[in-house]
């Protein structure tokens, strides 16, 4: 209990201060407690002044970073639908060249069969005109020799036309080859 009795005997003492203080005590504490109270009033319109300047710049800065937050999500959202229409345009020219590309194959795949075959059929044709020849020689050999220049000059009158039909099938060849992409001599 102590430490109740010391509470009041401030109080105590301080009642017999005012009672006991002159007028001009009286006027000089109040002239103080008006000061006193002035700057308390100041500095609380001071602080009051820098805290509505201090909210004022928050709400200014949250709006411009509201403001940079909406412009970047749209500018994102742009972008991201740039990207995906490039990503399907690709995929598209991708599909694209790739269809061209296997037709492209094919085709000079069934060029060169039809090549080889033309060449067989080449190569059977000569096989057949020398057996030909071969065989009109064998049966010749016991005729005379005025058969024999009649026979060459036959084939002299008739190498020109078969060669000229080898070089034009020939070059017909090559020109689909190159057509196709491919180098004649390649092969």
């Not at 820098?50 to 709006?63: D, F, M, P």
Request: charged share 40%; with cysteine.
């Amino acid at each position: 209990m102590p430490p109740k009795t010391k509470g009041r005997r401030r109080k105590a003492e301080a009642r017999k201060k005012k009672k006991n203080s002159s007028p001009a005590l009286q006027r000089e504490e109040a002239r103080r407690a008006k000061a006193s109270e002035d700057r308390l009033k100041q500095r609380l319109q001071g602080l009051e002044a820098e805290l509505e300047r201090t909210q004022s710049e928050g709400k200014a800065i949250y709006a411009e970073m509201s403001r940079q937050r909406q412009a970047l999500k749209e500018e994102l959202g742009t972008r991201s639908k740039q990207l995906e229409e490039e990503v399907r345009s690709l995929k598209e020219q991708l599909e694209t060249c790739q269809r061209e590309a296997k037709t492209a194959k094919e085709e000079a795949e069934r060029a060169l069969r039809k090549q080889d075959g033309t060449l067989a059929q080449l190569h059977a044709h000569v096989a057949d005109m020398e057996a030909k020849y071969e065989e009109i020689l064998h049966l010749k050999a016991g005729c005379s020799q005025d058969n024999l220049d009649c026979l060459l000059a036959k084939l002299r009158v008739v190498k020109p036309h078969w060669d000229a039909n080898v070089l034009r099938l020939h070059t017909r060849l090559k020109e689909q080859l190159r057509q196709f992409g491919l180098n004649p001599l390649d092969l």
